[in-house]
Each structure stands twice: as structure tokens, then as C-alpha cells.
């Protein structure tokens, strides 16, 4: 892909992709950073990096609330990596105000799948994953179903929300890339976001936004 002809207003902010687990964060964002020119971070593999010791280590070593609070700490570390495009964890928006911290002090944008994709992509794709191990058919559509529907809450605060339900193959995966960082561009958006970062958590200032097939 060629590089993105960016706005420097752009690049004064970090950009925080949000979403499920297996909603393709670390590839948008990788697509996002080679377009913009700019360093990409994936919180998972820099928790890794910095701990020492694998995500799944972690959980069974020292328990889930263990890693939410690393969690919290590098991203505080990364608060202030301005243009950087920062790729999070699933459940990183839901603890510690962490979904606020991003909202105030960079750009936030939420790749959005129904449970039954999810779950589809998660198969398709296994990784270890401490949440889901044990997990599959049925049982894993409903794990989706009921921590997706509380995850949302959060999620849906983010500046944009994209449905990236038509995402079907890498051609599909650049045009996204290219759609997501003309609209961070755009002077409405730009102001609403400002707006959105003044009013009450989760009002609807934007609409879900799609890109053109």
C-alpha cells in the first residue's frame, strides 16, 4: 500500500483500536501504521515484551487481575506516543477508566462484529487465548454472546465505530484502511469528536460508520 497522504493534526495523537478479541485489531492496525507512516503497538505483545513472560503465563501464574493492572500501566506508558496506531486487547476498555484515558487523549475507533463472526474468525483462526481455552461450539458462541454484550458498553464510546461486517479478503482489509483515515480527516468528524470528548460517556454523536463497497 502506498503511503497516506495524512494531515499533521493527524499524527499529534495516538490512535487506539478497540474491539473483540479476533476482530482483526493488530492487522488494521498494521495497515493503518504502514499507510500513515508511523509505529504500530500492539498492547499484548508489548505487555509481553516488558513482563517477560507470555499473556497465558500471566493468567495462570498470577491471575486475570494481575494483567488488567499491567494493562493499565503500559498503557499509561503509551498515553503520550503521539501518531503512534495502538492496537488493544479485548477487554483492556472495560477496567480501570483505561476506555477513558483513550478517549481524552487520542483518537478511538471501534471495529464491530456480531457474536456468530466472532466466533467464526476465532475458529478460523486458534491462538492462546487464556479466556477462551476449553471453548468451542455452543459453549464458545455463548461466552462471545454474553462478555460481548458487556463489552460493548464500552466499546461503543469509541470516537468511530466501524462495521466491519463486509470485511471478506485483503483488498477488502486496505479499502477499510484508506475509508478509516480519510474520515479521521473530515472536519465534521473532527468536530465531533471534540464534542463526543465533552459529553456524557456512550452518547451517540456519530453514526456507525461503513465503508463504500
Known amino acids: 500500500m502506498q503511503p497516506f497522504e495524512a494531515n499533521c493534526s493527524l499524527l499529534h495523537r495516538p490512535i487506539f483500536l478497540v474491539g473483540y478479541m479476533g476482530a482483526g485489531k493488530s492487522t ?27 499473556i497465558a503465563e500471566i493468567f495462570q501464574e498470577e491471575g486475570e487481575e494481575v494483567f488488567r493492572k499491567r494493562e493499565k500501566m503500559v498503557l499509561d506508558e503509551l498515553t503520550g506516543y503521539a501518531g503512534a496506531v495502538i492496537s488493544t486487547g479485548g477487554g483492556l476498555p472495560c477496567y480501570h477508566g483505561n476506555m477513558e484515558t483513550m478517549l481524552s487523549c487520542g483518537t478511538t ?22 479466556l477462551l481455552r476449553g471453548l468451542e461450539g455452543d459453549a464458545l458462541l455463548q461466552y462471545i454472546s ?8 464500552f466499546y461503543l464510546q469509541a470516537h468511530l465505530v466501524v462495521s466491519c461486517m463486509q470485511v471478506c479478503c485483503q483488498e477488502d482489509e486496505n479499502e477499510l484502511a484508506h475509508y478509516i483515515l480519510t474520515l479521521l480527516q473530515d472536519p465534521l468528524f473532527l468536530s465531533q469528536c471534540a ?3 465533552e459529553s456524557a460517556p456512550g452518547e451517540e454523536l456519530l453514526e456507525e460508520g461503513f465503508w463504500p463497497k
Open 109 to 130: 475507533i471501534y471495529l464491530r462484529y456480531t457474536a456468530e463472526e466472532l466466533a467464526r474468525r476465532l475458529l478460523a483462526a486458534p491462538r492462546n487465548r487464556p
Open 28 to 54: 488494521m492496525g498494521r495497515k493503518l501504521a504502514r499507510l500513515l507512516e508511523a509505529d504500530f503497538i500492539d498492547t499484548d505483545i508489548y505487555i509481553e515484551n516488558r513482563f517477560r513472560k507470555k
Open 146 to 153: 454474553d462478555t460481548l454484550a458487556s463489552r460493548e458498553a
Open 195 to 197: 464534542q463526543r470528548n
